[in-house]
């Protein structure tokens, strides 16, 4: 098979994957009830970003020649090496949902049972499945040999997480106050230890 096509095949499979993971957790917060819900336009904006760089823009390169004159050679270590980085991604993902269960929100939302979660993954980092996400954007800038698809991904999220994770945190010390203020002094953001 063409190294592209399988690109193209290993793309689709993960961003499938990514929703199916998804489903049973969304089905379960919606009986929650929400007490605080902020930025609800600039999160909307927000998500359309991501969505844009994570989805519509690659799956207009899988499947239009649009993007064709940016296109750049390919190696089947490329093709390796991101459909890898994808797994983890999914992997680290359906870890950060059953950690958080029904605290988790597509937008920034506190439910009136909220619990801060501090253990599983959410000891290492704070922003687990935002590390995640990065993951799937670097997954993506390694599987499409393309110089618009390959990095719209990073772009798309790094908008989303740089404009919101300063108000996520505002929003959660203002619910947890110092029980959150201790969390943060021992967990970095994405990366464990570093960043
Ligand atoms: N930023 C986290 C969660 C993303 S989902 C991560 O990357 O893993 C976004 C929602 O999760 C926010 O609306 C907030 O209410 C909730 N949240 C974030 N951190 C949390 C934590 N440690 N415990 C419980 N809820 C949390």
Same mark, same amino acid.
């Given at each position: 098979m063409n190294l592209i096509i399988a690109a193209k095949i290993i793309w689709a499979i993960g961003v499938?994957?990514?929703?199916? /993971?998804?489903i049973p957790f969304e089905r379960k917060v919606k009986r929650e009830k929400v007490v605080d819900a902020r930025h609800k336009?600039?999160?909307? /904006?927000?998500? &359309?970003?991501?969505?844009?760089?994570l989805g519509i823009i690659p799956l207009l390169w899988a499947t239009s020649e649009l993007f064709d004159f940016a296109d750049y050679p390919y190696s089947a270590v490329q093709l390796v090496l991101g459909a890898l980085t994808f797994a983890f991604s999914? $992997?680290?993902f359906r870890r950060t949902h059953e950690d958080l269960g029904k605290n988790w929100s597509v937008t920034l939302e506190i439910k009136d049972s909220h619990k801060l979660i501090t253990g599983g993954v959410?000891?290492?980092?704070?922003?687990?499945?935002? &590390?995640?996400f990065?993951?799937?954007?670097?997954?993506?800038? /390694?599987?499409?040999?393309? $110089?618009?698809?390959g990095p719209a991904g990073v772009i798309g999220f790094g908008i989303l997480y740089l404009f919101r994770v300063g108000r996520e945190e505002a929003m959660m010390l203002d619910t947890f106050g110092d029980e959150y203020r201790a969390y943060m002094t021992r967990t970095?953001?994405?990366?464990?230890?570093?960043?």
């Open positions: 499938v994957g990514w929703y199916v /993971i998804r336009v600039r999160e909307l /904006i927000l998500l &359309s970003c991501s969505t844009c760089g999914l $992997w680290l959410y000891r290492y980092v704070r922003h687990p499945m935002y &590390s995640a990065f993951l799937w954007a670097v997954a993506q800038l /390694i599987l499409i040999p393309n $110089w618009i698809a970095a953001r994405i990366v464990p230890g570093v960043l």
